[in-house]
């Protein structure tokens, strides 16, 4: 075995026994792999910490700056005190973490001048608990005598200027990755990279996205390139549903590449949804895995989908809070362009949909999109379609009360005849309304949305459709 890349998530770096679990993991894995190079999270509830400052600032308000300055120099002392026996090198990162804690202060005071946060101040905020935890966790492998060092990202990652999403250039990002940690890997470090940063070609920090970590542990994993990249988070690999919601979930040992990407696609925590492709196209394995439960197998994403069960329910996810949009009207009937129209105004509000349905009337238009978002989207559907409406040519933009959207995910379920009919048979015997129904769009899922109330009862349903087939 050659290269590894292993990430971990908030959690796993997020408490001083959860630094230990890290530790020993990587440890154990310099013994059955030539070079290791670990992609970390800032520690959990650190970036949502970061950006809720940013946020208030924004609107003019930091009494709570200082507290939250403190709680942030407070996590990453304990850990330092805790964990980090050498005085030099616990001076160093508490350096660091200070430097760049004063830093987070002046941001959100300029932020509050301002009176607006900009994508690119977001940024410049969020980025910063994972230049303090890549530090950290660093002092904490050299402690277990893993000679390792920091790497930040922004330093290698070179990404376009889209704020809070950039989108990264692997071909000027390849030499700069290679540069910088081949070297390292081959005197027998193990350097630990900053997880969801990157820059801008002129050098100014962007980040991938909330969640951004799982995409760069795979972006190095096809950059360096790696053999394997594994995801170490806080549950046993990816489960057949939220064990919050189905206490009998279960770990599956393997799921196939499009089957993950549509699971996380489809609001299974487990792993960020552009983590997939890349790695499958490069040919990379793939695995997720419990650091807290480290000796448990976790879930082994694999290619070759004549490996599966076709045909089989193997898990069901559920996304929360999202409301449907529905444009109604006699006047779109037969009229080219109507759904392009609609689509380009949700895109200019920056929204994304994830799941559409139109009647074969062509008299509504219906699609979903996050709560949050349901009000700036129906403003920019009146705006773009001020004219219809006032001729009446369409009747009616409107949101329905909150839904969520399930997916119940398996290869080849498009074709395998009579899933449809036990998925909405099963939600018919509980009494589930269905809202509307996505399906065929991939062969792997088909989606339905129930009203928010009844998510858990029909994901506790759909899920004894998996249990059934276990059982036979
Ligand atoms: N720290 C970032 C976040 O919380 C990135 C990550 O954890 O993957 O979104
Ligand atoms: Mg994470």
């Not at 600032?57 to 709570?64: E, F, K, N, V, Y």
């Not at 549903?241 to 299974?268: F, K």
């Not at 369409?394 to 395998?416: N, Q, S």
């Amino acid at each position: 075995m050659k290269r590894l890349v292993m990430k971990f998530g908030g959690t796993s770096v997020g408490s001083v026994e959860a630094l230990r679990a890290a530790a020993n993991i990587v440890h154990a894995a310099r013994r059955e792999w030539q070079q290791v190079v670990v992609v970390t999270s800032a520690m959990s509830g650190i970036t949502d910490l970061l950006l809720e400052q940013a946020r208030r600032a924004a609107s003019g308000d930091i009494t709570l700056l200082d507290e939250a300055a403190s709680r942030l120099l407070a996590r990453h002392d304990e850990a330092l005190h805790e964990l980090i026996g050498d005085a030099a090198r616990q001076t160093e990162v508490s350096e660091r973490v200070r430097e760049l804690t004063s830093r987070f202060v002046d941001l959100c005071q300029a932020i509050a001048v301002l009176g607006e946060a900009t994508p690119r101040a977001l940024d410049a905020v969020a980025s910063l608990g994972e230049r303090m935890s890549a530090p950290l966790l660093a002092a904490v492998l050299e402690e277990y005598d893993i000679p390792s060092c920091a790497v930040d990202a922004s330093a290698i990652l070179v990404t376009d200027e889209r704020f809070q999403n950039a989108h990264p250039d692997l071909e000027q990002s390849r030499p700069k990755f290679q540069a910088a940690l081949l070297p390292l890997l081959e005197e027998g470090q193990t350097p630990v990279v900053t997880g969801f940063i990157g820059a801008s070609p002129q050098g100014v920090v962007t980040t991938l996205g909330r969640g951004g970590s799982d995409y760069s542990a795979a972006l190095l994993g096809i950059l360096l390139p790696a053999d394997d990249v594994w995801i170490w988070t806080d549950v046993n690999g990816v489960l057949t549903a939220d064990p919050r919601l189905v206490p009998q979930a279960r770990t599956l040992p393997e799921i196939s590449y499009r089957e993950m990407a549509e699971l996380a696609y489809y609001g299974a925590k487990v792993l960020h949804p552009k983590t997939i492709r890349p790695l499958i196209e490069a040919g990379i394995g793939l695995r997720i895995c419990n650091t807290f439960n480290p000796s448990h197998p976790g879930t082994r994403v694999y290619r070759d989908e004549a490996r599966n069960n076709a045909g089989l329910i193997r898990a069901v996810t559920a996304i929360p809070r999202q409301r449907l949009v529905v444009i109604e009207g006699r006047g779109m009937m037969g009229v080219p362009g109507v759904a392009a129209r609609v689509f380009a105004a949700v895109a200019s509000t920056e929204t994304s949909v994830p799941l559409i349905t139109q009647a074969s009337s062509e008299q509504s238009i219906c699609f979903a999109v996050p709560g949050e978002s349901a009000s700036v989207v129906l403003d920019a559907l009146e705006k773009a379609f001020a004219l219809e409406l006032m001729q009446r040519d369409i009747d009616r933009i409107w949101a329905g009360e909150e839904v969520a959207i399930l997916t119940v995910v398996g290869a080849g379920i498009r074709d395998t005849p009579g899933i449809a009919g036990q998925v909405f048979g099963r939600l018919g015997i509980e009494h589930i309304n269905v809202l509307a129904i996505a399906h065929g769009s991939t062969d792997v899922s088909v989606s339905m949305v129930v009203d928010h109330r009844e998510a858990a009862r029909a994901v506790s349903a759909l899920h004894q459709l998996i249990e059934q087939e276990e059982s036979q």
